[in-house]
């Protein structure tokens, strides 16, 4: 019975951190360059079930005699995985809004799967991060900063800076700030986007200690920058409801399992045995 009792409590936190998941991507619809995370789902290890006799002995100890079977102990959510399809592309009017549109990219030979293009940024630490929120602005001084302040980086891992917000933005990423080169957007290329860890507040931060490579001198990529467009969330929000209801039914019905082993618990505990 107890065997049961916690498999119907697995399921129930899994779904649970499922809905959190869900719900995190349902808040950041309107995030530009957000990525959908999806969920992974797993079983714990199966155990492998014997009878023993009065003695103590095992099945295999005793002829003639057979395994009970498997038992499934219950499920997790192993991790969260982030999509890294390219969303929609939508026109803000706004100058510092920078798109990345994705062109042509080298297939990674793991996974075969195409890698992605980020822009670079430099956190107030000095450290490098990848984001694909291009709603970018011009700082007190000057610097094209991302919506929490991080420098913008060009080609060569600089901070870029502009005389103010009426500068231009070719496709190919070179900013003309009245007549003037101010340099080129950083963009790097990851041929396996699951090397890449969320930090929040749209930023990815690149697990180990290599460093990505830059998409502008590399021949098998192809992309475009677009000013006046913002990269919207990949997420879909009819699916994203959807599975948040799944979910929310899957614990429903695993609270109700639950609810089933405590009421046998208790009857055992009040009522079997009871003399009189």
């Given amino acids: 019975m107890l065997r049961g009792f916690y498999t119907a409590a697995a399921g129930m936190i899994a779904q649970q951190r499922r809905q959190e998941m869900l719900s995190n991507n349902i808040a950041n619809i309107n995030t530009p360059g957000y990525k959908a995370d999806q969920s992974s789902l797993r079983t714990f290890p199966s155990m492998l079930l014997e009878r023993m006799d009065s003695n103590g002995k095992t099945p295999l100890t005793i002829p003639g005699q057979k395994q009970s079977g498997q038992l499934a102990t219950g499920v ?3 991790e969260a995985i982030p999509n890294f399809v390219q969303g929609d592309m939508q026109e803000s009017g706004v100058n510092t ?11 990674d030979k793991k996974t075969g799967k195409p890698g992605s293009l980020f822009y670079m940024v430099e956190t107030a630490a000095g450290e490098t991060r990848y984001t694909r929120n291009g709603h970018f602005a011009v700082d007190a001084k000057n610097n094209l900063v991302t919506a929490d302040g991080n420098y913008v980086l060009d080609t060569n891992g600089k901070n870029i800076t502009v005389s103010d917000e009426n500068f231009t933005v070719n496709g190919e990423g070179v900013i003309l700030d009245h007549g003037r080169n101010a340099g080129r957007l950083g963009v790097a290329l990851i041929t396996n986007p699951m090397d890449l860890v969320k930090e929040g507040n749209g930023l990815l931060k690149l697990q180990g200690t290599q460093k990505l490579g ?6 098998q990529v192809a992309y475009q920058v677009k000013q006046g467009f913002v990269e919207r969330s990949n997420v879909d929000a009819e699916q994203s409801m959807t599975d948040m209801m799944e979910a929310y039914r899957s614990f429903e019905a695993n609270q109700k399992v639950l609810q089933a082993y405590d009421r046998s618990m ?6 079997v045995g009871k003399i009189g």
Wanted: net charge negative; aromatic share 4%; proline share 8%.
């Fill in 76 to 78: 997790y959510m192993q």
């Fill in 97 to 107: 809004d920078l798109a990345l549109v994705q062109g042509s990219v080298p297939i």
């Fill in 214 to 219: 830059s998409a502008t001198a590399n021949p």
């Fill in 266 to 271: 208790e009857k055992a505990a009040n009522e």
